[in-house]
């Protein structure tokens, strides 16, 4: 009895001892997988860092230089008028050769309703009379006005020739509308829109100081952009109200008034 009793008590200790081992060595192990997960954590925890702080950079840089991708057009107003007179073939001709990738058109209606690429002030400079105005004179008077012994090739275009000219040859067109004796707005619209699409002229953006002539042009034509002008109201000093107008996509900043708010709200509406 006794030495069974014995035999009991030795087997019951080195059980004891076994499962203790069994236990302590559980205990290690898990300490280990622990450890090991820990260590895991910190090795991850600087790319995953980096990866978004490197993310955020990115898009500050983008914010910043995203422009580059889609830069600002160098647009020539009436063309090259540092070699030629304003809206004439020449000054064109010289603006293509300079690869601009826009001219603007100044577009007057003579007094019989043809358009021309022409503004009063210029048709003063060929004329000689501080008070000529386009709307005043027939299409056949305007065509013989000639003053290439002042400014070389003065040709003065019809809007169909300046396209003809130049609207395959750049990225953009805009067609500045000018408002004048007789008619005024009456048909203007209209008439530009004929001629746009008699040249089919995919490339051009329509605007003009007069609200009247943007919205009849946007109430006649859905696919030709069109666009306003903010500049500083000659009768009051004020600057004419900035977001004035639905359905047009552009607007033209007088560049006194340009300042990060203005253009900041503008980006915010996506114009």
Known sequence: MYGKGRRQQLQGRSNGASLFRFSSSFSFYKRLRFILVLLALVALLPPVFFHFRLRRFHQMQLRRCGWLNNPPLVCAHGGDSTNALPNTMSAYNFALRSQVDCIEIDVSR???????????????????????????????????LDASHQFG??????????????????????????????????????????????????????????????????????????????????????????????????VGVYHPLIDERLVKVLHGMQL
């Not at 090739?153 to 067609?175: C, N």
């Open 110 to 144: 003579s007094s019989d309703g043809v358009l021309f690429a022409l503004h009063d002030r210029d048709l003063q400079r060929i004329s000689g009379n501080s008070t000529s105005k386009v709307g005043d004179l027939r299409s056949n008077e305007i065509k013989e």
């Open 153 to 250: 090739d003065s040709k003065i275009p019809t809007i169909e020739d300046a396209l003809r000219l130049i609207s395959r040859s750049v990225r953009q067109v805009i067609l500045d509308a000018k408002v004048g004796p007789p008619s005024y707005e009456k048909g203007l619209a209209k008439d530009i829109l004929s001629v746009v699409e008699k040249m089919q002229c995919k490339n051009c953006l329509i605007w003009a100081k007069s609200d009247s002539l943007a919205r009849d042009i946007i109430k006649l034509s859905s696919d030709v952009m069109v666009g306003y002008i903010v500049m500083v109201d000659p009768s009051t000093g004020a600057r004419t109200n900035l977001l004035r107008m639905k359905g047009a996509r552009v």
